[in-house]
């Protein structure tokens, strides 16, 4: 075995990596490959100190980078053995560590949910009117469960709870401009790298409160087309038993085996985490699960035929190795 990854393979799994969920595509992580080990590391110019103030969405983030590596290696005939924070007080930046070797067993599930990465996307449209299927349910339930995470699926009292957590985070944001000023650095207008593009932020909502999160604050994203989104989401919550820095990052694969399950069985997701937000409400969502734990995502999953595209920044600009060929996207 060489005792460097090849650059061209570095290049495939930098690439899955990055395609990965993030708040407001912050992407807020950066690698370091040392021969056959990437190490994930969060980037601190890419916090939102007014949203997200103690990191845990950039750790979720990079969870499911992580998870995207491990299916990426997959692909390419590698197997991977990985730790999650593995020095939480020492390194606190380091929030992975993967071994990537050639292996004569193959996870065929990450190797099939691979070809789903470039498929996955945020879509903030409404959904028609099928509920998710019986059987799709029990799949994303066991996705989550496979990587330490629990996925509860909610009946209608505890959506209209959700909607009314959601309602009462939006009057909060009316005094709070450090929020708003946040977002509207990282949300609208044109965005080939990074944010979240107005292409992306799907239409307004008639009604409200609604199953989808408005994220636009630009005056011009205020005069998109109205649409009535869905009465009864299929809204369900991701969570873990407990709230160390590697159950966040733990919490990130789950959401994203969760995600490329959702993505093959046609089923697309959006969120509504606007409540996890907040340190008093985070509980209250948690208690809507009935079991205890940690809530870290609101999903809302839907069928919804459009594919909506954020940018990615170049994988040259967030690795430090000199292997990653120049073609990275
Ligand atoms: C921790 C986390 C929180 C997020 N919160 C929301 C949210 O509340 N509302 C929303 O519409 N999107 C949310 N997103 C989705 C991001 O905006 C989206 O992943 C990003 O813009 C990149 O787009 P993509 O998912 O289509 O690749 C969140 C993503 C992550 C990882």
């Known amino acids: ?32 490959v040392q021969g056959h080990v990437i190490d994930v590391y969060l980037d601190g110019s890419r916090t939102l100190p007014a949203e997200d103030p103690t990191g845990r969405a950039m750790r979720i983030a990079a969870g499911a980078a992580t998870f995207n590596l491990r299916c990426a290696a ?8 990985f730790g999650l924070a593995p020095y939480p007080s020492d390194e606190p930046d380091l929030l992975a560590r993967i071994v990537i ?11 099939d949910l691979a070809y789903q990465i470039p498929y996955r996307h945020t879509e903030r449209q409404p959904s028609d009117t099928n509920p998710i299927a019986e059987n799709v349910r029990v799949e994303l339930m066991q996705a989550a469960h496979a990587e330490g995470a629990e996925l509860t699926w909610l009946g209608d009292d505890e959506i209209r709870s959700v909607l009314d957590l959601v309602l009462d985070t939006d009057l909060r944001e009316i005094h709070e401009w450090q929020r708003r000023a946040e977002r509207s650095h990282w949300v609208g207008g044109h965005r080939p790298l990074d944010g979240v593009p107005s292409s992306a932020l799907g239409p307004r909502s008639i009604n409200y409160p609604a199953a989808v999160r408005d994220l636009g604050t630009r005056p011009n994203d205020r005069l998109r087309a109205e649409r009535t989104f869905e009465q009864h989401p299929d809204l369900a919550i991701l969570s873990t038993d407990f709230d160390e820095p590697s159950d966040q990052v733990s919490a990130g694969a789950a959401l994203e085996r969760v995600l490329l399950t959702a993505t093959r069985a046609g089923v697309s997701a959006s969120f509504l985490n606007q409540p996890l937000e907040y340190d008093d409400l985070r509980p ?5 699960t009935g079991r205890p734990g940690h809530a870290h995502m609101i999903i809302r999953f839907a069928h919804s035929p459009h594919h909506t595209e954020t940018g990615r920044r170049p994988i040259t600009s967030l690795c430090r190795t000199d292997l990653v060929p120049k073609v990275a996207r």
């Not at 290049?11 to 992580?29: E, G, K």
């Not at 070797?101 to 190797?111: F, G, K, V």
Request: charged share 20%; proline share 7%; glycine share 6%.
């Open 74 to 81: 997959e692909s390419l005939g590698y197997g991977t053995w």
């Open 284 to 288: 209250k969502v948690q208690r809507l």
């Open 1 to 32: 075995m060489s005792d460097q990854l090849p650059g061209k393979d570095i290049n495939v799994l930098l690439a899955a990596a990055v395609a990965a969920p993030s708040m407001h595509n912050t992407q807020p992580w950066r690698f370091d």
């Open 101 to 111: 070797e050639p292996s004569a067993t193959q996870n065929d599930e990450l190797r």
